[in-house]
């Protein structure tokens, strides 16, 4: 069966347009509690809990999704805005069923989402989510709760409490971060209370932005997506490091104290030598996607350390994680897996343990993040009015990326993928010479233009 709603990170789309619209929310809940009903094999609380960040379609979502999930008789606990790493934690600690997170991450507010956990806090696998898919082409109305039957919602007043004090407990007990001047960057978004109030419990001198949501302006000029704001702020308070999340929180990107930009690789780099000095870095190495620096790669080579590479998405990164026993893995764009303390990629999580390795180390952030050179890599997007991810199997296509191929030969890499959440085609190459990626990254994206013209 073919993906319908699914992506690589939940039900995503512009808001109130199919498929983000109350009605399918409201399905999705009501499949999602049906499958849950047929697939229980131990103790059922028939309990969900339902979070967002701070766009203004989370509203109608949240109801919507509430409605979907009282009618089939389960209880629901409302938390409001929390990061996403917030609910996968959740999910466990109130012992739900299931846990949903009403954002599209880092897109802008006309878009949003919904992403699925299970009661084990991993989000859910391929299987479950077709499952899902499968029932919201059906009438569920016979499998409606009876009056008597229906479930109560509540709203859990202490959940960003519970989240912080989760995220602390990754640190030494009695660890703080005093003497680290922080600037950090909320996006607007889902972690605007929560971050600023971690740091500064935390003892840290606390400078924020991005921290004054008003439905519209999450993501906007700001955050992981945006860190221009950010290395400026650095620059002007004289700050020892910056540190922007998205509009879930679920990713990291840093600024160091010179205002140079710090992307998910560099910080996978510290964090993979820290944890392995410490001798606490499972699986010999870490796993990272298909977008990750060929420079990275090199660096943990040169260390003994090896890196796996799985499909783009933090859930592939988790499921590769899992497979190999590592605990540690993430992405370039700033997904990082801490698997001995989260479930999912957590920003918050993750600035703590580097926060905590740069003042243990004693250098500014600009020598403790910058562990090796990144080879020259472009990224260019093939932005199509639909998905047309048959355009990758089209004969032109398949022959211009194999000659390109050939040409780095050992030198690079090429990867042509569709975007798991957005109608384009990503295609980055890398390699040693700049002018020779640069040409074929333009060559690329010519060929699939013109294939798509006459598709």
């Given amino acids: 069966m073919t993906r319908q709603y699914f992506g690589t990170d939940g039900i995503r789309g512009k808001a109130n347009s199919f498929p983000m619209t109350a009605d399918?929310?409201?399905?999705?809940?009501?499949?999602?509690?049906?499958?849950?009903?047929?697939?229980?094999?131990?103790?059922?609380?028939?309990r969900v809990v339902i979070g967002k960040d701070t766009r203004l379609s989370c509203y109608m979502l949240e109801q919507a999704l509430t409605?979907?999930?009282?009618?089939?008789?389960?209880?629901?606990?409302?938390?409001?805005?929390?990061?996403?790493?917030g609910i996968a934690m959740l999910t466990r600690s109130l012992r739900c069923d299931i846990g949903v997170m009403i954002s599209a991450s880092h897109n802008s507010f006309e878009?949003?989402?919904?992403?699925?956990?299970?009661?084990?806090?991993?989000?859910?696998?391929?299987?479950?989510?077709?499952?899902?898919?499968?029932?919201?082409?059906?009438?569920?109305?016979?499998?409606l709760a009876a009056p008597a039957d229906l479930g109560k919602a509540s709203r859990l007043d202490d959940c960003l409490g519970r989240y912080a004090e989760s995220v602390k407990r990754s640190l030494p007990r009695g660890e703080s971060l005093d003497g680290l001047k922080i600037v950090v960057d909320c996006a607007n978004g889902a972690a605007y209370k929560v971050a600023p109030q971690i740091l500064w419990e935390l003892e840290a001198q606390v400078i924020s932005i991005g921290t004054a949501p008003n439905g519209r302006?999450?993501?906007?000029?700001?955050?992981?997506?945006?860190?221009?704001?950010?290395?400026?702020?650095?620059?002007?308070?004289?700050?020892?490091?910056?540190?922007?999340?998205?509009?879930?929180?679920?990713?990291?990107?840093v600024v160091d104290e010179t205002g140079v930009r710090i992307d998910g690789d560099q910080i996978m780099a510290a964090l993979a030598a820290s944890l392995q000095d410490a001798g606490k870095l499972r699986g010999g190495g870490l796993v990272s996607t298909v977008m990750s620096n060929l420079g990275l790669e090199r660096f943990l080579k040169a260390r003994g350390l090896n890196m796996v590479r799985a499909a783009v998405g933090d859930r592939y990164v988790l499921e590769a994680m899992r497979a190999g026993d590592y605990n540690l893995g993430g992405e370039q764009s700033?997904?990082?897996?801490?698997?001995?303390?989260?479930?999912?990629?957590?920003?918050?999580?993750a600035a703590l343990q580097l926060l905590s390795m740069i003042k243990r180390s004693g250098k500014p952030a600009s020598k403790a993040l910058n562990l090796f050179t990144p080879l020259p890599q472009i990224l260019r997007n093939v932005r199509l009015n639909t998905r047309q991810d048959a355009l990758l199997d089209a004969i032109q296509v398949?022959?211009?990326?194999?000659?390109?191929?050939?040409?780095?030969?050992?030198?690079?890499?090429?990867?042509?993928?569709?975007?798991?959440?957005?109608?384009?085609?990503?295609?980055?190459?890398?390699?040693?010479?700049?002018?020779?990626?640069?040409?074929?990254?333009?060559?690329?994206?010519?060929?699939?233009?013109?294939?798509?013209?006459?598709?």
């Fill in 111 to 143: 878009d949003n989402g919904i992403k699925l956990f299970g009661a084990d806090g991993y989000k859910l696998d391929d299987e479950m989510e077709k499952a899902i898919e499968t029932l919201l082409a059906t009438d569920m109305s016979d499998a």
């Fill in 217 to 253: 302006n999450i993501n906007e000029g700001c955050g992981a997506t945006d860190t221009q704001q950010l290395q400026k702020a650095v620059i002007d308070h004289g700050a020892d490091i910056g540190i922007a999340l998205d509009g879930d929180a679920d990713r990291l990107i």
């Fill in 334 to 349: 700033g997904h990082i897996i801490l698997s001995d303390y989260s479930k999912t990629g957590d920003g918050l999580l």
């Fill in 398 to 455: 398949q022959d211009a990326i194999a000659k390109a191929g050939e040409s780095l030969n050992d030198n690079g890499r090429i990867v042509v993928r569709a975007s798991g959440t957005e109608p384009v085609i990503r295609v980055m190459a890398e390699g040693d010479d700049p002018a020779q990626v640069e040409m074929i990254v333009g060559d690329l994206c010519a060929v699939i233009e013109k294939a798509a013209q006459s598709a």
């Fill in 67 to 85: 409605a979907g999930f009282l009618s089939m008789g389960l209880e629901v606990i409302l938390t409001g805005p929390i990061p996403t790493p």
């Fill in 24 to 46: 399918l929310a409201l399905k999705v809940a009501m499949a999602t509690s049906l499958v849950l009903r047929e697939r229980h094999t131990g103790v059922s609380t028939d």
